[in-house]
Every structure is written in structure tokens, then in C-alpha cells.
């Protein structure tokens, strides 16, 4: 089945810190980008980070620079997001997109993060 999975979200204390985890199936990981995402409720979706399908590139957003950290493992077909020092701006349902310009646009169903003392 073609899809991508995140698993990872949890209840976290404000500074604390949670990887997110995106498994890919079904395609060629390894040729899309990644992105991850997050939306809360009333507002669109925003991109928090982004990396290239080799891993050579990556961007983040300013509100998350410094404290997330995104990554890939091809190899395994898995993407991850490193969040550090969260802080009570960061609650959200968190998204993985992988993407190809002339291929899959794949969302998966997202990770609730919630950050809380």
C-alpha cells in the first residue's frame, strides 16, 4: 500500500522533547521530499521543515529554527523530526508529506503533539 505513517506524538512538558517518526511504503522514498507539517484547529496548515529527497537540503521554518531538527533514512524508508525545547506554540496535529513533482503527493493522517505542564 502506497502511504506514509507518523507515529511519535505524545503529552510532553513545555522544554521537553519528542521525535516524530514517518514511515514510507509503497514507492520509492527515496526520490520524494519530505516535508512535515502542522495545523491547529481553525488555521491552515503550515510547513514546519523540509528536506530534499537526498537529505542535502533542508528548511525550516523561522518559529522552530534552532529547536527541530528533520531528517531521512532511506535506507530504512523512514523520515523523522527531532523537536526540541518545546514550548506551549507548538501543540498541534503534526503531518509527514512526501512528494514527487511528477509523481505521489502523499499525506499521512497525522500525530497529536501536546504540550503541557
Known amino acids: 500500500q502506497v502511504q506514509v505513517v507518523e507515529s511519535g506524538g505524545g503529552l510532553v512538558q513545555p522544554g521537553g522533547s519528542l521525535r516524530l517518526s514517518c514511515a514510507a511504503s509503497g514507492f520509492a522514498f527515496s526520490y520524494y521530499s519530505m516535508g512535515w507539517y502542522r495545523q491547529t484547529p481553525g488555521k491552515e496548515r503550515e510547513l514546519v521543515a523540509h528536506i530534499t529527497s537526498t537529505g542535502s537540503s533542508t528548511y525550516y521554518d523561522d518559529s522552530v529554527k534552532g529547536r527541530f531538527t528533520i531528517s531521512r533514512d532511506n535506507a530504512k524508508n523512514m523520515g523523522y523530526l527531532q523537536m526540541n525545547s518545546l514550548k506551549p506554540g507548538d501543540p498541534a496535529i503534526y503531518y509527514c508529506?512526501?512528494?514527487?513533482?511528477?509523481?505521489?503527493?502523499?499525506w499521512g493522517q497525522g500525530t497529536q503533539v501536546t504540550v503541557s505542564s
Open positions: 508529506r512526501a512528494n514527487s513533482a511528477d509523481a505521489y503527493d502523499l
